[in-house]
Every structure is written in C-alpha cells, then in structure tokens.
C-alpha cells in the first residue's frame, strides 16, 4: 500500500535554526520522500522561507504556514497545537516530525513518527548545566518526552542515539516504542575532486560541547609549531570570550551560506571538527565526500559513522591532534577516494529513505 504521510518542515529556517545539520537532514529526507517509488500521498507542512525541490511531484501537495515564522510565541503555539490542527487538516494517516519534538499539551490526532536527532540537551543537564537556558531545557525535556509517549515509531541517526534513547525512556519510566536507526543521508559526490588549496577549514559555535576555543587553541599552536603558511578558516559563530589569534592565516566567517560554505569546504585541504558529543556528526563525512581529509573528535557517533576514515584524535590531547594533522597531511588521493566510496555505500539518501519507508509501510 502507498505511503500517504504529512510532513512538517514549518517550523525550520536556515537564519534561525541552531542546527543547520538538522535543517539539512530534514530536506534530504523530504526530497528522498517527495521520489520514492513508495510514496503515494505527501503533505508538506512548509514556510515561504524555505525553498523546496522543484519541480514538485503530483502527488505532493504543500501547505503554506507562516505562524512558526512570528517569533518565539508563534513557534511555541505552532510546536504545541498549530502542527496537529494542520496535520488532522491534512487528512494523511501519518504525521512525521523530522526535528522529533511532539506537544506535550495534545495527543496527536494521527499516526506520529518522529525524526530524534540526539538526546544533548539531557547531557546539558548534566555537563553544562549554566549553559542551556533553564526554560529550554525543561521545554526540550518535555516535548521529548512526549514524543517517547505519543510516537508509534522513532528514527534515530544511530545506534549510539538510539542507545541514548532507550536509557532515556527507562530512567524515565516512559514506555519505549519502536526504534529504528535510519541513519542519514549524503548525495552522490562529484566523480572528482577539485584540486585543494593550503587551507584549512575549521567549525566553531557557542555551544561548550563544540570546544570551539580548545580548536583554536590546538590549530594556533599546531600553526606556530610548524610555521603554516596556508589559511584557516574558522565558520561559525564563537564563545563571546574567545578572542582569535591575530595571525593573518586566521579568516573569521559567522554562518554561511549553504553553497559558499560548499565551496569553501571542497578548496579545502583539511577539515577540522571538535566535538565532546553528536548524534552523527555530519561534518567529517562531508568533508570525505568532497575530498577533504577530515580530523575529528574520536568520540562514539563518530567511531560509529565514519567507520576507520579520516583521522580521529582524542579530546584535550595536543600530541594526539598533532599526530592527527600529520597524518591527515599525507593521505593521498587513491585514500580520499577510497574512503567516498565506503562512506558513501553506508550513508547514501537512497539506503536512508527506504529504511523510513518500510518501517511506516509495515
């Protein structure tokens, strides 16, 4: 039987979002839906700031909703009612939530299937406690509570975060629906790489678990240690305290642009990700299907999905990035292209959306 299903993206916009990768993830799967042999009736839940695949199948009907664009309240009121009034509007069987949060006010009025990306704001808890705005934190843990309640099935990105969910729900004494590790998705490459230049490109946020100012830290000694000549190109925003190094091979961006930040990505030499927690991590393998040589945090999402590429160091041990940068330095082409053809075969759009679609077919 076809899959007849309401998708909501309203709520999601590219200058807003405190995660691109989400937002990302959330069209890939869209457009992975919107194709697939599968999918007889889809009802897409958009906002006229985010622009979808074109042309639209027939089968596609999309719904215009710009509440969830009015400022907090409206997000509020859209994330807590607006999305099931517009969902039981909709008329399909099942509603999915690709950013995983359910209202913690109503019961959803149709099937709900629900996209968790990780479980960080309960490691906020614990970890950064000062960190994540109380109000937040207490609204992230009901709605996710909620979903673990109201969803008659999840989909993680993998097995550490389904993990993660399981322990979740039991130390809660919610009850556990099915989970299933969908993954995510990656599009089909180049069929070759472009020619690299001396840089390096470097991601930063805010957030005390991206370790933003250890990065800078470990890449500025690492710079003066071996007299880098090259550029470093730091993207994102930054701790307000951090001050960056006053080198001219530092180059400071806020957020990017998706294709500027692509270009930037595939001029680049090396990829440099810290992180003391992810649900995936999608960063390193894009940087592997462009041909970048990515270094990153070795932690257990990434031990997961990048499965032996790249070149992994431990947090907080400069000897350890310093082997990490080495290495990556003298990986050869015949490598990179090795590592796109496996990470490709494990992450591809196609492998993820089946795994949604025979699991809400079933």
Not at 46 to 62: D, H, K, M
Not at 318 to 346: D, I, K, N, S
Request: with cysteine.
């Amino acid at each position: 039987m076809p899959l007849a299903l309401t998708y909501a993206l309203a709520d999601q916009h590219f200058e807003r979002t405190k995660s691109v990768g989400i937002l990302n993830l959330s069209r890939g799967l869209l457009r992975g839906l919107m194709l697939h042999p599968a999918t007889g009736r889809l009802t897409v839940l958009a906002n006229p700031s985010l622009p979808l695949p074109s042309p639209l199948p027939p089968t596609v009907e999309v719904r215009q909703h710009r509440l969830p664009l009015r400022g907090r309240l409206g997000r509020l009121i859209w994330d807590q009612w607006g999305v099931y009034t517009a969902a039981k509007a909709a008329g399909q069987p099942w509603l999915l939530l690709p950013k995983g949060f359910a209202s913690f006010l109503r019961t959803c009025p149709v099937q709900l299937a629900a996209y968790v990306h990780d479980t960080i704001p309960l490691f906020y808890r614990e970890r950064y406690p000062q960190a994540f705005p109380r109000g937040e934190a207490w609204y992230f843990t009901r709605c996710l509570h909620a979903t673990l309640r109201q969803a008659k099935i999840i989909f993680t990105n993998t097995e550490f975060t389904r993990q993660c969910l399981l322990q979740t729900a039991q130390s809660v004494g919610l009850p556990i629906p099915p989970v299933v590790v969908a993954g995510i998705g990656f599009d089909e490459p180049p069929a070759r790489f472009a020619s690299p230049e001396n840089r390096i490109l470097c991601l930063a946020s805010p957030w005390p678990h991206k370790l933003t100012t250890q990065a800078v830290d470990f890449l500025e000694r690492w710079r003066q240690q071996e007299d880098f000549r090259g550029t470093i190109e730091l993207v994102g925003r930054t701790p307000r305290h951090l001050a960056l190094p006053s080198s001219p091979v530092w180059h400071a961006h806020d957020r990017l642009p998706e294709p500027v930040f692509r270009d930037l990505l595939t001029r680049s030499r090396i990829l440099v990700y810290f992180s003391e927690i992810e649900g995936f991590g999608m960063p390193p393998v894009e940087a592997v299907l462009a041909g970048v040589v990515p270094v990153y945090s070795d932690i257990p999402a990434h031990k997961e999905v990048m499965d032996h590429t790249g070149c992994p160091f431990a947090n907080g041990d400069y000897p350890a990035f310093v082997r990490a940068m080495e290495t990556a330095f003298a990986v050869t082409p015949e490598q990179r292209a090795e590592w796109r053809t496996h990470l490709l075969a494990r992450h591809h759009w196609n492998a993820v959306t089946n795994r949604v679609i025979n699991a809400l077919v079933c």
